[in-house]
């Protein structure tokens, strides 16, 4: 088994590593217009962490991205590292920035590219080729390490990438869309890779995207943008089984499964119907999402709750899970069902009727 990767400076086990406070950026249009791209961004990363950031198109994430990593200056507002200001002009070294497009020199092996890179940072170190070794072993692409870039599989060639991200030892990675377009298998061994980096080197992460599989299977924590402002954000499992604003809803469905099918939608009532059912969305978290619930209420209510969308699973490393489920809509069993559910810890929303 290969030794963990270490870096340079181990980042402290708590307290907060990237930090904004207020920060606003403004662009200005070829017609003198101003556009709001962030309104007063506050949040905090600890050391570590990985942590999501959501949200639509144009909502803020793009410029988000490059504020974080000091290739922009924020309009107002204060951007700090470890409690020092960043500034602009290309970033630090501290900092990588990994997006959707891997930048690899197509006729060079992949061990040299990777070593340019660290080079380039770091400068010529005794200890260069065994830190690259590990790195290149770490994100399993060892056995690539002298074959070309444009003779890779997309899998291999995406770690690559993130390899040169990684070469000069940064200890905050940002990944802008970093898992757009992958296939589904090849998204789950570079997810698989992430997580080991963050495990083994301490780095923290800031994923910025609108892929829900990257956020279950990394973060702990996720911050929701919409229209320049942080509109919701809390832990992973926590806002996805409970999503407050409309945005985080859609996300969240996407995450979970939970949406009815439009012939379903076409036919909801706001008013029961005699025999009819209710259909009801329950949230899951924690030990309620690993425990029977829904068998041991129908088993004390004597009768059916079918399952008509959702699914369970994990966030950040925290079970949670959300199903839509459908109830008889006639009384007292409607409300005893709504009732029972509460009691057992469920998040609980009536989505409307159906005969």
């Keep these: 088994m290969n030794a963990p990767l270490r870096l340079a400076h181990p980042p402290a086990i708590s307290g907060s590593l990237l930090a904004f406070a207020n920060v606003h950026k403004a662009y200005r249009s070829r017609d003198g217009r101003e556009r709001i791209a962030l309104d007063g961004v506050s949040f905090e990363l ?3 962490e990985v942590l999501a950031l959501i949200g639509s198109a144009a909502s803020g994430k793009s410029a988000f991205a490059s504020l974080a990593a000091g290739i922009e200056q924020p309009s107002a507002g204060v ?3 470890d409690g020092a200001e960043i500034g602009a002009g290309g970033g630090r070294r501290d900092i990588a920035l990994l997006g959707s497009r891997p930048d690899l020199p197509h006729s060079r092996p992949v061990r040299e590219i990777v070593t340019e890179r660290r080079e380039r940072t770091l400068g010529a170190t005794y200890d260069a080729v065994r830190k690259i070794d590990r790195l290149l072993d770490l994100l399993e692409i060892g056995d690539d390490a002298d074959r070309y870039a444009d003779e890779l599989s997309d899998g291999a060639r995406r770690k690559a990438a993130l390899a040169c991200a990684l070469a000069a ?3 905050l990675l940002i990944l802008d869309e970093a898992t757009s377009a992958l296939d589904p298998e090849i998204e789950e061994t570079f997810l698989a890779a992430l997580s080991r980096v963050n ?3 301490g780095v923290s992460i800031l994923l910025i995207t609108h892929d829900m599989t990257a956020v279950t ?4 924590r996720v911050l929701v943008l919409d229209a320049g402002r942080i509109v919701e954000q ?3 499992a926590k806002i996805f089984a409970h999503p407050a604003h409309a945005v985080t809803r859609r996300f969240a469905a996407a995450a979970t499964g939970a949406v009815l099918p439009p012939f379903i939608v076409d036919k909801l009532s706001d008013t029961p119907s005699a025999g009819g059912r209710a259909l009801v969305r329950l949230a899951f978290e924690g030990p309620a999402a690993t425990k029977p619930v829904l068998t041991n209420v129908a088993r004390e209510l004597g009768f059916d709750l079918g399952i008509v ?10 079970p949670y899970g959300v199903l839509i489920v459908a109830a008889p809509a006639d009384e007292p069993y409607f409300t005893a069902a709504v009732e029972r559910l509460e009691d057992a810890g469920l998040g609980v929303e009536v989505l409307g009727f159906v005969a």
């Design 46 to 48: 600890a050391s570590g």
């Design 79 to 81: 951007i700090a590292i």
């Design 169 to 171: 030892e940064p200890r």
């Design 199 to 201: 495990a083994q080197t």
């Design 217 to 220: 299977a990394l973060a702990s």
């Design 234 to 236: 809390g832990a992973t």
């Design 309 to 318: 969308a959702g699914s369970l699973g994990a966030a950040g490393g925290e």
